[in-house]
Nanobody
Framework: QVQLVESGGGLVQPGGSLRLSCAASGSIRSINHMGWYRQAPGKQRELVAIFTSGGRANYADSVKGRFTISSDIAKKTVYLQMSSLKPEDTAVYYC????????????WGQGTQVTVSS
């Protein structure tokens, strides 16, 4: 059983910062890639930032220069530092990982709400 547990969401004013965390646990041999998606009301889920299997970080154009993805491999944890937040960043943020256990499978976290509002 593999789980992704997110934390760190909340309410923040425009221009503020938040840090999200996502920890993977369970029967994990390796993680091919791990990152963050988001879904705003009435919109499709979209990629925010992700580490590829080669360790390269990819970002959505809308967050480049404001968000930074990082990881702690030993803790199987990925972080998303969000700065200069805008109201349009309001969404449920989901962690996603392609995990190698007994099979290779995509796992999603339960989501954490980020609201940017004054």
């Amino acid at each position: 059983q593999v789980q992704l547990v997110e934390s760190g969401g909340g309410l923040v004013q425009p221009g503020g910062s938040l840090r999200l965390s996502c920890a993977a646990s369970g029967s994990i041999r390796s993680i091919n890639h791990m990152g963050w998606y988001r879904q705003a009301p009435g919109k499709q889920r979209e990629l925010v930032a992700i580490f590829t299997s080669g360790g390269r970080a990819n970002y959505a154009d809308s967050v480049k220069g404001r968000f930074t993805i990082s990881s702690d491999i030993a803790k199987k944890t990925v972080y998303l530092q969000m700065s200069s937040l805008k109201p349009e960043d309001t969404a449920v943020y989901y962690c996603k990982a392609e995990i190698v256990g007994t099979m290779v499978y995509d796992y999603w976290g339960q989501g954490t709400q980020v609201t940017v509002s004054s």
